[in-house]
């Protein structure tokens, strides 16, 4: 079954009442396509498993992360433009510019009793092309709800700001004039000009989303999310750990082999930062004594990988014994083969008890520094404790006068 059907039934907890303007052009299980030929415009509406974390006190953060990996994805699309696009072979993209912002809107929005969140971008902004991407995502108890706006503009880019910037001007003499004020981007993206350019792609994917919310297209039959506690039990794997701000255990159960917890921004596929707990059995492994074994796991883990992938580099290294325990650390660099930009992860692994090896690790794109993440990396490690009721076996007084990543 399509997700077109299961979203007007209801059955992934969210209804979604599409306007009979959209005609489908996919739907698969947990993903559907809708274009509205008219209006230019596409429709994307999607579930995912991960859950967002749109606590209050967290808005900082969350703010933080859309710029960064908003940012991010801008850059990469113009790393891997179109040859035959208009702009110059040693042309740089607007992020070049810091003061500049690829993000127009970040709106904290109410879709019936829910909180939800809007977030409007540029994907592209050049001579010929301009591409704007709106966000409507709804947190719910099984996962996250998406509909993504796109409108595209290949021709007449720049009309709006000429225009706007035209208003600025004002005649000193027969042959000169001068701006009265200097104008932002945020001047040009102000919604007090989109009646003026409707077939803008901005005002189309402002008045999509807007339309979507008054018309009250969304709307969840479950309860609102609970938030999370800080330390989180996962009693399939035996332990429990807290994990670092804005990460939420994703909506697929958790398995004596696997958890999984997601850090979104701006989207459910991209902007993603991953923790993930991984166990594996192995009669052979010792908590103590078991380096060169720990060390050959974690390079043939950090090794797996697509075999597309490219640009692959790897550093694996063992640390100090900390609470009686064999540790070791990789680190790795990649380019994705799926096109979605520089990525890197980082792995921890020990033994917590003899045939059972334990695996943390954190993956996101390279514009999460390697700093931050491993010392996000470290505070998952230092709060891993067993079911026991023991303090973590892995936590080190050495560690916190020297942190090791500070020094990698």
């Known amino acids: 079954m399509?997700?077109?059907?299961?979203?007007?039934?209801?059955?992934?907890?969210?209804?979604?009442?599409?306007?009979?303007?959209?005609?489908?052009?996919?739907?698969?299980?947990?993903?559907?396509?809708?274009?509205?030929?008219?209006?230019?415009?596409?429709?994307?509406?999607?579930?995912?498993?991960?859950?967002?974390?749109?606590?209050?006190?967290?808005?900082?953060?969350?703010?933080?992360?859309?710029?960064?990996?908003?940012?991010?994805?801008?850059?990469?699309?113009?790393?891997?433009?179109?040859?035959?696009?208009?702009?110059?072979?040693?042309?740089?993209?607007?992020t070049a510019d810091p003061t500049w912002s690829p993000v127009v809107s970040v709106e904290r929005v109410r879709c019936g009793k829910h909180d939800a969140l809007c977030v409007i971008h540029r994907m592209t902004y050049a001579h010929g092309?301009?591409?704007?991407?709106?966000?409507?995502?709804?947190?719910?108890?099984?996962?996250?709800?998406?509909?993504?706006?796109?409108?595209?503009?290949?021709?007449?880019?720049g009309m709006r700001e000429s225009l706007i910037l035209g208003d600025?001007?004002?005649?000193?003499n027969d042959d000169r004039m001068e701006i009265v004020q200097r104008l932002y981007q945020r001047d040009f993206d102000d919604a007090k000009h989109d009646a003026r350019f409707p077939d803008h792609p901005l005002s189309l994917v402002r008045t999509e989303l807007r339309e979507v919310l008054d018309a009250d297209r969304v709307t969840v039959l479950e309860s609102s999310p609970t938030s999370p506690p800080d330390e989180v039990v996962l009693r399939e794997l035996e332990c429990?750990?807290?994990?670092?701000?804005?990460?939420?255990?994703?909506?697929?159960?958790?398995?004596?082999?696997?958890?999984?917890?997601?850090?979104?921004?701006?989207?459910?596929?991209?902007?993603?930062q991953l923790l993930t707990l991984l166990a594996r059995r192995d009669k052979q492994l010792r908590p103590t004594g078991t380096e060169p074994a720990l060390l050959d796991a974690a390079r043939n883990l950090a090794s797996d990988v697509a075999p597309e992938t490219q640009n692959l580099q790897i550093e694996v290294r063992a640390l100090p014994d900390a609470g009686g325990r064999t540790q070791v650390m990789a680190y790795r660099t990649y380019d994705d083969p799926s096109g979605v930009g520089p990525q890197h992860s980082a792995f921890r692994l020990f033994v917590p008890e003899p045939g059972r090896l334990l695996i943390i690790a954190i993956g996101t794109g390279q514009c999460v520094p390697k700093e931050e993440m491993l010392a996000d990396l470290e505070s998952v490690v230092a709060s891993w404790r067993p079911l026991d009721g023991e303090p973590s076996p892995v936590r080190d007084s050495a560690h916190d006068k020297k942190p090791w990543w500070r020094i990698w």
């Open 240 to 272: 429990a750990i807290v994990p670092p701000a804005r990460y939420l255990l994703t909506a697929r159960a958790p398995s004596k082999k696997l958890a999984q917890f997601g850090r979104i921004s701006f989207a459910g596929t991209d902007g993603i």
């Open 168 to 172: 600025s001007l004002v005649g000193v």
């Open 129 to 157: 092309d301009e591409m704007i991407m709106g966000h409507l995502l709804v947190p719910f108890r099984r996962g996250t709800f998406e509909l993504r706006v796109i409108a595209r503009e290949r021709s007449a880019t």
């Open 2 to 94: 399509g997700l077109v059907i299961a979203l007007a039934s209801g059955e992934f907890g969210v209804k979604f009442v599409i306007p009979e303007r959209m005609r489908i052009t996919e739907d698969a299980a947990a993903a559907a396509a809708l274009i509205d030929h008219d209006r230019a415009l596409g429709w994307h509406l999607s579930i995912h498993q991960y859950r967002l974390d749109l606590r209050p006190e967290r808005q900082a953060l969350l703010d933080a992360d859309i710029e960064r990996h908003t940012r991010d994805l801008f850059e990469n699309l113009f790393r891997n433009r179109d040859p035959g696009a208009r702009t110059a072979p040693d042309a740089k993209p607007r």
